[in-house]
C-alpha cells in the first residue's frame, strides 16, 4: 500500500510563494515518476508538473513554467513544488501522485498514468 501525505499549502498574496510537500512510504520511491496535479473548485483536475524517477528530467503546463519547480529528494522519499510568483489562479487543491509505469522512460501529464494519490493540500493566492 502507497501513502502519499502531502503539506505546505496555505494562504498567499499574490506574487509570493509556496512550497509543498509530498512524503511517500510503501513503494519504492526512486522506481517511480512522480507528478503535481490540482484542482481548482468548479473544475477539472488538471497536470501541474512532473519529474523522473532519477530528477533529471522535468515537465510543466505552461501556465507555470517560469514560476513553479518541481524536484525531489530520493533519499527523504519527497517531491516537492516551488511555487513562485504565484496568482489568483492557481489557487487549487493540489495533489501529489506516483506514476503507475515502473519502465516508463517519458514523463506523463494525463491521469491514466498515476494510480496513487495524495489527500491533496489547499493552496489559496489572495489577489
Known amino acids: 500500500q502507497v501513502q502519499l501525505v502531502e503539506s505546505g499549502g496555505g494562504l498567499v498574496q499574490a506574487g509570493g510563494s509556496l512550497r509543498l510537500s509530498c512524503a511517500a512510504s510503501g513503494r519504492r520511491f526512486s522506481s517511480y515518476h512522480m507528478g503535481w496535479f490540482r484542482q481548482a473548485p468548479g473544475k477539472e483536475r488538471e497536470f501541474v508538473a512532473a519529474?523522473?524517477?532519477?530528477?533529471?528530467?522535468?515537465s510543466y503546463v505552461d501556465s507555470v513554467k517560469g514560476r513553479f519547480t518541481i524536484s525531489r529528494d530520493n533519499a527523504k522519499n519527497t517531491v516537492y513544488l516551488q511555487m513562485n510568483s504565484m496568482k489568483p489562479e492557481d489557487t487549487a487543491v493540489y495533489y501529489c501522485a506516483t506514476d503507475i509505469r515502473p519502465a516508463a522512460s517519458s514523463l506523463a501529464a494525463g491521469m491514466a498514468a498515476y494510480d496513487y494519490w495524495g489527500q491533496g493540500t489547499q493552496v489559496t493566492v489572495s489577489s
Open positions: 519529474i523522473s524517477r532519477s530528477g533529471g528530467s522535468t
